[in-house]
């Protein structure tokens, strides 16, 4: 079964909207968790680490007051995506370390949120 | 720049035939990652390499890191329909005990026709 949860799975909006996805983990905890971005055809992009009671780190190009990344909880992170263009349409894929912790530890995905913005 | 090269990145072969996927970098990574993706869905790990020369073997899919921990590839024997997906290296550049994202390669592109 899932053992990372990621909602909602598709959104479609209007511009100018923000959009909130969720990553949840399950069953376990995650005091990290990463989001990344896909475009058709492409690969996975890092986008930032979301941390549990700290800042985000974000990549290089990625605007933070753009994705907004709140770790409330072990177990969830938020990535808002602030005044949505179409430019941001996009697949966001959030993932967790099982263990919680990074290392060589494989990561676990979420399954992805199509976001198109008309 | 790219720092995962992966190739190629399209493949197109027929049930029964061989094939070997390649993941190349400049940089040490400390362990490297294969997953599967799906359409729709996010990826899936197939396996992890971390020691240098490391080959791991699942059912007919035989992983193999290199002797530098700089490249990486998988390759499958006697491909099934079943084997067609989206196939992505990714490596973590530092296992220091913090946390890191995964560099991804471009992905290959494999469908095996019946």
């Known amino acids: 079964g899932a053992v990372v949860s990621q909602h909602p799975s598709w959104v479609i909006c209007k511009s100018g909207t923000s959009v909130k996805i969720e990553c949840r983990s399950l069953?376990?905890?995650?005091?990290?968790m990463f989001w990344y971005r896909q475009f058709p055809k492409q690969s996975l992009m890092l986008m930032a680490t979301?941390?549990?009671?700290?800042?985000?780190?974000?990549e290089q190009g990625v605007e933070k007051d753009k994705f907004l990344i709140n770790h409330a909880s072990l177990t969830l992170s938020t990535l808002t995506v602030t005044s949505a263009h179409p430019e941001d349409s996009s697949f966001y894929i959030c993932?967790?370390?099982?263990?919680?912790?990074?290392?060589?530890?494989?990561?676990?995905f979420g399954d992805g949120t199509r976001l198109s913005i008309l | 720049t790219q720092l995962l090269e992966q190739s190629p990145q399209f493949l197109s072969i027929q049930e029964g035939e061989n094939l070997t996927v390649y993941c190349n970098s400049s940089?040490?990574?400390?362990?490297l990652q294969w997953y599967r993706q799906e359409p729709g869905e996010g990826p899936v790990l197939l396996v992890t390499?971390?020691?240098?020369?490391e080959v791991k073997k699942l059912k007919r899919l035989t992983f193999q890191f290199g002797d530098a921990r700089k490249d990486s590839s998988l390759h499958i024997t006697a491909a099934q329909p079943g084997d067609t997906g989206l196939y992505l290296c990714a490596g973590l550049l530092n296992s220091g005990g913090g946390a890191d994202g995964l560099t991804f390669g471009k992905g290959t592109h494999l469908i095996i026709q019946p």
């Open positions: 993932s967790a370390p099982l263990d919680g912790v990074s290392g060589h530890q494989p990561q676990h």
């Open positions: 979301s941390n549990e009671g700290s800042k985000a780190t974000y």
């Open positions: 069953d376990f905890q995650a005091t990290t």
């Open positions: 390499v971390v020691t240098g020369g």
């Open positions: 940089s040490v990574f400390s362990s």
